[in-house]
């Protein structure tokens, strides 16, 4: 970074005290002289901050409303406590947390915080000799540790929780002033003087877009859990690499989103530059290996410096996939010996080098609002797709324009929404020219991979196929003669013995194999396959060139059969704790194994998921045995294996066959049943609705919701005729703005890198796959999955237990955190599959789930059961009806049906009856039909003692699937025509509930 743009950034920071919502007309002096003050801690003059007001200026104006007047309108933030939450409109008054603190203390204390943490970071830059080095270690510090720092100094715990949300203006408290400080940050890199003779300034920035691809492709073309997990690790890695190339020349706060803050990537970066001072920022292994990026970012960057900024992304990116693949490469050359060929070589660089395709777009911002305006309708006309959409952009932003009373550099920012959406829709129109791939005459030629069925499988020998030879002139050297070329089964017995003998063969005598084995028996796969299943040794390195260290278990992944066993090795383990060295018999003799083991050809560890490990921990034995996978204790039990360990454990051992008996005795002693082991997982994926629409500010709350409430009373009540024309648009959205982008970001990093974790791995049995802004993937045992669902959708908006309407302010022990809010939803898709099943197939399912969740109105569930036998039950669960917040139907009718099966409260064929009758009902005879499920109910009851209390709680449980059915009408009469109304109106509806049953009841089976 030079160190021009350094220093303007570090007076962007200081310009304004991070507590000046709390100083703001409460003082004899002005937050200039008190920021002046603080700025001289650290050896930083604010005399000549030109540049800075004017970036302060733009962010501010593209932040604010079009207030009246300044003296007027304005709200002391001590006599008024009150912040808006930006997404839901909620605003909360914290005067009952605040009164028993006089604003001076309040006041007094924030500066002795603030005071402490800037001399801290004086103390830093004492060591330090270089200018320019005391400039980038100071920028790093206000820009990661500054809020933080002063933050843990605060001893009032209602400040303190509090403190990250003090509003940048107190008028309009839905952004913080922290997120304020860094959109300054940014601008401030771009501000320029230039123009006429009277020096007229302006912004010269630019929108920078940027995307990697293909993204779906990648991620799931997967047979194994590590391909999947490695996909979208690689994926998230590759972005932060294009991002690197730009916050290293202009800063992180140029990155609008995803947020940087926070962001693991980030804090190891940042670790390793600076170890002790940015030590306890140091992610652990968890946080670091769960993908949390997205494939794009949005950053705001000086016009004249765009261009050669995107290049170097794309070139960062192309160059550390090249490490990547090129690594890759070796461990096949070097860990097992292949001898390279002409066509070897070949065949990685024709895979590899230009898999993926990169897009970037720049878009300068113009000089002043009417000519951003005018640039905006030359490619958005009124007619447009954009356009027609409520609410149209242009319209609402001229009207804001309008109000202005004079013109002003500042003014500029007004066209912010413009600038976006305009940068959306032609980077939209950019992606859908795709790159030209010169293709080979008749495709990838010889056998194709078995992952992704696309890309010629790794050999080195040259394709001996007619017809081939000559699109690669030089590098294939044999003549067209029919004798040398193998065909059909020849041809594929040619490269079995490549891959047996020469890969499979050699890998089995690396030590690295001890944990699990990189390729099944059966697999051939093309460079870029391979390179995503050896990819961690190429990453291991790299962590461990910046201080990290992540040893080579932790890229294992856990199996889909470890998954669907779960609950079968924690019964285990509970019943084990109760009875010490009831282990031991087994783990010896199972070490046995391995010791005994030619080749050392026995894979049984798995990486076990991260609430087995905590509930082990220091606990060695059952540590031992929750690293056992779940797939091999399905072979000791004489059931299918699966696709993790190997398949053809010699039975005719004398130590296998004493493992078997031993853990049979086991199951014996723990009197826990090896029927419980579970051959089935679920696998979900989740993602916000219409998040495009938030970004672009689309779904924003009025500006009457946000504004201060004694402001919007004051605006209401006013005589004056211009301020009469402002309250009408009171009534319109919150136009979007940096930081209104900037905090959803936040809220997105925070989701994604705590929330879901701790959802997802913490409170249930899960583990993550991705977790990026709005993106959830993770597999989870049939036991978990309905809660997990439940619990997932409840967080993203910040509801705790239950639904509430104050959602998105979330009290945690630290202080208050920020969610999406109550009128932010996300649809999932749920997918219960035996372990064995296709991965891809699985995947695809989940995604289809959770469009089908998307196109039944949103805010849903989609469920489905993929059986054995190849059928597939699905359902859609709305999570809670369109026009109420109650009841919430996962938690209110699935789950307490799961209970009842699952605690044998009710006999499960109470489904069964019920399905064998769905003929006989139409869903004009709900009441008949809700009579007989209790009939059937009632029954079927185990406990007969409780059954007087049972049947009163069906019955509320009916009445809340009554309402459940109505619902599912209403959404079907908006989706579907009246022909296809018509089709399906004798007992849809039923049939769905009936299909739900059927999968609950499946659920709680495989429980």
Request: aromatic residues 12%.
């Amino acid at each position: 970074m030079k160190d021009a743009i350094i220093q303007q950034k570090i007076k962007a920071y200081l310009h304004d005290p991070i507590h000046k919502a709390l100083i703001l007309m409460q003082m004899d002096k002005t937050h200039e002289e008190v920021a002046q003050e603080l700025a001289s801690i650290v050896g930083i003059s604010l005399s000549e901050v030109h540049d800075v007001d004017l970036a302060d200026q733009l962010a501010s104006a593209a932040d604010r409303f079009i207030f009246p007047g300044d003296r007027e309108f304005m709200a002391k933030f001590l006599e008024q406590p009150i912040l808006t939450h930006p997404f839901s409109g909620v605003q909360k008054d914290f005067t009952e947390q605040l009164k028993t603190y006089s604003a001076n203390e309040l006041i007094s204390e924030t500066e002795k915080a603030i005071r402490r943490t800037l001399e801290t970071y004086q103390n830093y830059l004492n060591e330090l000799s270089s200018n320019k080095e005391k400039n980038a270690l100071l920028y790093w510090l206000l820009w990661r540790r500054y809020n933080e720092d002063v933050q843990k100094q605060l001893t009032t715990p209602s400040l303190k929780a509090i403190w990250p949300f003090l509003p940048a203006d107190t008028r309009i408290p839905d952004h913080s002033l922290w997120n304020h400080l860094k959109v300054t940050a940014a601008l401030s890199a771009c501000v320029a003087e230039r123009g006429n003779v009277n020096k007229q300034d302006w912004i010269d920035a630019a929108f920078l877009l940027f995307s990697i691809g293909p993204v779906q492709s990648f991620i799931s073309t997967a047979r194994k859990t590590i391909d999947h997990w490695m996909g979208s690790f690689l994926l998230s890695y590759l972005t932060f690499t294009a991002m690197q190339a730009v916050f290293e020349e202009i800063g992180a706060d140029a990155i609008i989103f995803p947020e940087l803050y926070g962001q693991p990537f980030m804090d190891a970066y940042l670790f390793n530059r600076y170890p002790e001072i940015f030590e306890e920022y140091q992610p652990n292994r968890e946080q670091l290996l769960t993908p949390s990026l997205p494939n794009r970012f949005l950053a705001i960057v000086p016009t004249g410096l765009a261009e050669e900024l995107a290049r170097n992304a794309e070139k960062a990116v192309k160059k550390e996939w090249g490490n990547i693949w090129n690594a890759g490469k070796h461990y096949f050359e070097e860990r097992i010996g292949i001898q390279q060929t002409k066509y070897w070589n070949h065949l990685w660089e024709r895979q590899c080098t230009d898999y993926f395709e990169i897009y970037w777009l720049v878009l300068p911002w113009k000089k002043s609002f009417q000519e951003q305006s005018e640039f905006y309708r030359r490619f958005i006309s009124s007619e447009s797709p954009v356009e027609l959409k409520e609410p149209k952009i242009w319209e609402k932003v001229q009207k804001f324009y309008n109000l202005k009373l004079y013109e002003h550099p500042s003014n500029l920012a007004l066209a912010y929404p413009l600038i976006y959406e305009l940068a959306e829709h032609l980077f939209g129109a950019r992606k859908n020219l795709r790159y030209y791939q010169p293709s080979l005459n008749r495709g990838e030629p010889s056998f194709k991979c078995h992952l992704c069925g696309e890309r010629e499988v790794l050999h080195v020998e040259e394709p001996k196929i007619p017809g081939y030879f000559q699109q690669f002139d030089g590098i294939i050297t044999h003549q067209k003669d029919g004798e040398k070329f193998y065909r059909g089964k020849d041809g594929w017995q040619h490269i079995q013995t490549f891959w047996k003998e020469l890969i499979l063969g050699k890998i089995d005598e690396k030590p690295q194999a001890k944990i699990r084995k990189f390729f099944k028996e059966n697999e051939r796969l093309c460079a870029v396959c391979a390179s995503k299943r050896v990819a961690e040794f190429y990453l291991q390195k790299q962590f461990q060139s910046m201080n990290i260290s992540v040893p080579e278990v932790a890229f294992n992944y856990p199996s889909t059969a470890e998954i669907a066993g779960l609950p079968f090795k924690e019964q285990i383990l509970h019943q084990a704790e109760d009875a010490p060295g009831v282990l031991d018999d087994f783990l010896e003799k199972l070490k046995g194994l391995q010791e005994n083991a030619a080749e050392e050809k026995f894979y049984f560890q798995t990486f076990a998921v991260p609430a087995l490990m905590k509930r082990t921990a220091n606990k060695p034995s059952l540590q031992d045995f929750a690293k056992i996978d779940s797939s091999f204790l399905l072979n000791l039990l004489n059931q299918e294996t699966g696709d993790e360990v190997q398949d053809d454990l010699d039975k005719g051992t004398n130590v296998l066959t004493e493992i078997r008996e031993s853990f049979r005795k086991l199951t014996e002693v723990l009197q826990v049943s090896p029927s419980r082991l579970s051959r089935y997982y679920c696998y979900l994926a989740m993602d916000g609705d219409k998040m495009g629409e938030w970004v672009a500010g689309k779904r924003l709350p009025q500006f009457q919701e946000v504004i201060h409430p004694k402001i919007v009373e004051q605006i209401k009540n006013a005589t004056e005729e211009r301020t009469k024309k402002i309250a009408h648009i009171l009534t319109e959205r919150r136009r979007i703005t940096p930081s209104i982008h900037s905090m959803i970001s936040s809220v997105q990093n925070q989701f994604a890198v705590t929330v879901a974790r701790q959802v997802v791995e913490e409170q249930h049995r899960g583990k993550l796959v991705y977790a990026g802004g709005d993106d959830v993937l993770a597999m989870v045992p049939v036991a978990d999955a309905l809660s997990l669902a439940h619990h997932l959708r409840l967080a993203f908006s910040g509801y705790t237990e239950q639904i509430e309407k104050a959602a998105g302010w979330v009290a945690e022990k630290d202080g208050w955190q920020m969610r999406f809010g109550h009128t932010a939803t996300a649809s999932l898709g749920l997918v219960i599959a035996h372990h064995t099943t296709p991965m891809r197939q699985v995947i695809a399912q989940a995604q289809k789930m959770e469009k089908k969740a998307k196109a039944f109105g949103r805010n849903a569930l989609g469920i489905a059961l993929l059986k054995r036998s190849g059928e597939i039950v699905q359902t859609i669960v709305p999570f809670h009806p369109e026009k109420e917040t109650t009841p919430d139907f996962v938690n209110d009718v699935l789950i307490p049906m799961y209970n009842w099966i699952v605690n044998d409260v009710v006999s499960r064929d109470w489904v069964y009856v019920l399905k064998a009758e769905q003929l006989g009902f139409s869903d004009d005879q709900w009441e008949m039909f809700a009579i007989e499920i209790r009939r059937v109910f009632e029954r079927k009851i185990k406990k007969k003692d409780k059954k007087k209390d049972l049947l009163k709680e069906l019955d509320v449980w009916l009445n809340v699937l009554q309402q459940l059915s109505n619902e599912l009408r209403d959404r079907l009469a908006k989706l579907e025509t009246k022909e296809q109304s018509a089709q399906n109106s004798h007992n849809r509806i039923i049939r769905e509930i009936l299909n739900m049953f059927a999968i609950v009841e499946f659920m709680a089976r495989e429980s």
